[in-house]
């Protein structure tokens, strides 16, 4: 079953606003990631955050994990009009094979 | 991007008939995925790949198959398309389990 949930299901903010999403998964995880999809496109991998890690930044991109709330958050700094976007996150985990699960998804609006 | 190509990129077709979607990969990864995207589910794993012929089911394999003959190649077939069946599909590909994916530009499929 589908292991990951974001939360908020749809964000809008004004452009230079931060952006924060928030992913809570079931089971114990090896890696939780996070991924963006534009309107009519493939999704495109953010950023791996590993099971022993807290916080990792990419860019603008800041990912938090806490493995004893099965949690995760990812905000991102001074939002764009460009990162208008759906972002899922999705858990790897050697308890259920080699695939990711993703969760239904945050859709963002970031208006200017 | 990665080299990954999904074919057809559209198609319509008839309830009951057989159709088959196939995912072209030139990066050599070992691992293949197959998903489907619908409002309201997010992503849904239906079938993967670690390895020529070695394929495991996904959380919605029931209707569907697959097969990998070869590294670059992975078949997702619909033996009897159904109504339910109509969706957008996804290949994706990564070296290793659970790590990185990259995903083709999606299938979108009709079934009427």
């Known amino acids: 079953s589908q292991q990951g949930e974001e939360d908020p299901q749809a964000l809008s903010i004004q452009e230079g606003e931060n952006a924060t999403m928030n992913c809570s998964y079931k089971?114990?995880?090896?890696?939780l990631q996070w991924y963006r999809q534009n309107s009519g496109r493939g999704l495109v991998h953010l950023i791996l955050?590993?099971?022993?890690?807290r916080e990792k930044h990419s860019g603008r991109l800041r990912v938090t994990l806490d493995t004893s709330k099965k949690s995760s958050s990812l905000l991102i700094t001074a939002s764009r009009a460009a990162d208008t976007a759906s972002y899922f996150c999705a858990t790897g985990s050697s308890n259920s094979g080699y695939a990711l699960n993703f969760g239904k998804g945050t859709s963002l609006l970031v208006t200017p | 991007d990665a080299g990954i190509t999904q074919s057809p990129r559209h198609k319509v077709t008839e309830t009951g008939t057989p159709v088959t979607l196939r995912c072209h990969q030139t990066?050599?990864?070992?691992?293949m995925y197959w998903y489907r995207q619908d409002p309201g589910h997010g992503l849904r794993l239906i079938h993967y790949s670690y390895g020529v012929k070695d394929t495991d089911k996904g959380e919605v394999s029931d209707g569907y198959s697959v097969s990998r003959s070869k590294t670059e190649d992975f078949l997702l077939t619909l033996e009897s398309a159904t109504s339910s069946q109509t969706s957008v599909y996804f290949c994706?590909?990564?070296?290793?389990?659970?790590?990185?994916?990259?995903f083709g530009q999606g299938t979108r499929l009709t079934v009427v």
């Open positions: 089971t114990s995880i090896n890696n």
């Open positions: 994706a590909i990564s070296e290793r389990g659970y790590t990185e994916a990259f």
């Open positions: 990066e050599n990864h070992r691992y």
């Open positions: 955050i590993r099971s022993n890690e």
